[in-house]
């Protein structure tokens, strides 16, 4: 079945340093994928998607890419801010009529002043 | 503002209850979700609905129990027969179906069973 595997965290960084998440991919077909947000004690939030192979999404300052050669979707930030902090998920949408949403196991990110 | 709100916050039961957490949503989305996360863990699908008075199981339906008999609410029994009941259970929302929709999030309610 359809799968999607990130980096295990956590992941600490001084502020204004460059982040990057891994996220890679098992599917058929072509997937929308998704960055989720999560600030502790809440739900999740839309980071930014992008629905076919080369798209970038972005939003905050955050970029991701749709490699369908490398069934990757990477989320990178060139610096970060303490505010920052929090859990990350790449998502995928299956492609049978129930469009499920299936996580990954999320990343933490701590960023230190 | 529109959006998904869950209820209680905190929830505490003893073993052997049964326990139904409430999802209410104004976005007038026809899809909903309900997600279970465990600490270190992704987001387990419980049930879904995709239309009123219609849902589907998930990955982890057993022990749980739902209804969809309004648009805007989507309540979650969990039963004394699920085994780990403690976990935060997240409510979610999508506009419409599609590979392109994203999911709405409400803010989740953490239930403990002692």
């Known amino acids: 079945g359809n799968s999607v595997t990130q980096m295990e965290g956590p992941v600490t960084l001084s502020e204004e340093a460059f982040l990057t998440i891994n996220c890679t991919y098992t599917a058929t077909g072509y997937p929308s994928l998704f960055w989720y947000v999560q600030y502790p004690g809440e739900g999740l939030q839309l980071l930014l998607k992008a629905t076919k192979a080369d798209d970038k999404g972005s939003n905050k300052g955050f970029e991701a890419t749709y490699r369908k050669e490398t069934t990757s979707f990477h989320l990178e930030k060139g610096s970060v801010q303490v505010s920052d902090s929090a859990v990350y998920f790449c998502?995928?949408?299956?492609?049978?009529?129930?469009?499920?949403?299936?996580f990954g196991s999320g990343t933490r990110l701590l960023v230190r002043p | 503002d529109g959006g998904i709100t869950q209820s209680p916050k905190y929830l505490f039961r003893k073993e052997g209850q049964n326990v139904t957490l409430s999802c209410e949503q104004n976005?007038?989305?026809?899809?909903m979700y309900w997600y279970r996360q465990d600490p270190g863990q992704g987001l387990r699908l419980i049930y879904y609905?995709?239309?009123?008075?219609?849902?589907q199981k998930g990955d982890i339906a057993e022990g749980y129990s739902v209804s969809r008999e309004k648009k805007e609410s989507f309540p979650l029994t969990v039963t004394s027969a699920q085994k780990n009941p403690t976990a935060f259970y997240l409510c979610a929302s999508r506009e419409a179906q599609g590979l392109f929709s994203p999911l709405h999030f409400g803010n989740g309610t953490r239930l403990t069973v002692t």
């Open positions: 998502a995928l949408s299956e492609m049978d009529s129930s469009y499920k949403l299936i």
């Open positions: 976005l007038n989305h026809d899809a």
């Open positions: 609905s995709q239309i009123v008075n219609d849902f």
